[in-house]
């Protein structure tokens, strides 16, 4: 009987409408929960081209079309490939959509993200070039043009020193030092705030000269645009520039999807086929654990020519 009332009482209980005030809080209470200002922002970008969060009318309706567009990201990310590196946005969708069903406080809600993944070790994250391929791109610019100078050389940083698209990006001049006889990008501020020192071989450093003489830069911005007139101009460049040159030149070798991304994962296999330790190429990318940049080189067991096939124990013929 007591059961029965209180069945009673909850289908008598109104419905609460939610407001868009609450559903942009809710939206700022999930960016806000994520550590990097990347992820913040690429995920802040996502929302707003699938949301509808700029809605007028602030009733149910509103809320249900603003509810579906979330659903709608999380359905596209839930087929996307690489579960590491979506596994962000998957926990920041499904905290939106909980708390706009009104189904999960703001407590929980921020202890989802506290909820550890399954280990991912081996999983294919995106697109590897190969040494050849990966020669092919940078190769692929005019080097006869001052255009073509600046996208050899980027390209040339992005492969040989796995940096990423904001890194490059914010690169000065000042950045180049010798260290121990050696070019470097020194103090480099990546990913969550971590400094760390890049080495740059001689062949990109030589590069970077080309580019850095034909445009006239002595300070400031490492890169800069190109006018149409082929002149230096500006402070800087733009993540979305690197963009560009990345799948301009990838489509002229015959590589599709190819994402700036991709060249930092291409160094790290590279590097790791030319015989470079596993932790120097962590060092290499900044990366705080081993087991991501494990994931990086996209491991695969061999069976035919197995690691353990000859280790020093085994009958002498």
């Excluded at 550890?116 to 006869?144: E, S």
């Amino acid at each position: 009987m007591k059961q029965k009332n209180r069945n009673r009482r909850k289908l008598s209980t109104p419905k609460s409408v939610l407001q868009l005030p609450d559903l942009e809080a809710a939206k700022s209470a999930v960016l806000n929960s994520l550590s990097c200002p990347d992820a913040q922002r690429g995920y802040d970008m996502r929302s707003t081209n699938s949301w509808t969060g700029t809605v007028p009318n602030r009733d149910c309706h509103s809320a249900r079309r603003w509810s579906h567009g979330i659903g709608c990201i999380w359905n596209r990310a839930a087929l996307l490939p690489g579960p590491s590196i979506f596994a962000s946005e998957r926990f920041a969708v499904l905290r939106v959509k909980l708390r706009i069903c009104g189904l999960l406080s703001a407590d929980l809600a921020a202890g989802i993200r506290r909820v550890k993944g399954v280990k991912k070790i081996g999983v294919r994250l995106g697109n590897w070039l190969t040494a050849d391929q990966g020669q092919a791109l940078w190769q692929a610019p005019d080097c006869g043009r001052i255009k073509g100078k600046r996208d050899r050389a980027l390209l040339a940083m992005l492969l040989a020193c796995g940096l990423r698209r904001h890194e490059l990006a914010g690169l000065t001049v000042s950045h180049l030092q010798q260290r121990e006889g050696h070019w470097a990008l020194v103090d480099l501020c990546g990913k969550a705030g971590h400094v760390r020192t890049i080495p740059v071989p001689d062949w990109v450093q030589s590069l970077l000269d080309e580019w850095t003489k034909a445009a006239g830069i002595a300070t400031g911005s490492l890169f800069r645009r190109v006018s149409s007139a082929g002149r230096a101009w500006g402070e800087g460049v733009t993540e979305k520039l690197v963009w560009h040159v990345v799948k301009e030149f990838a489509a002229k070798i015959g590589v599709s999807k190819l994402a700036p991304h991709d060249l930092r994962r291409s160094c790290a296999r590279l590097c790791r086929a030319a015989g470079g330790e596993l932790d120097q190429i962590q060092f290499l990318l900044g990366h705080v654990s081993v087991q991501t940049t494990e994931r990086y080189l996209g491991c695969t067991q061999r069976i035919s020519s197995a690691v353990n096939d000859r280790i020093g124990i085994e009958p002498k013929a």
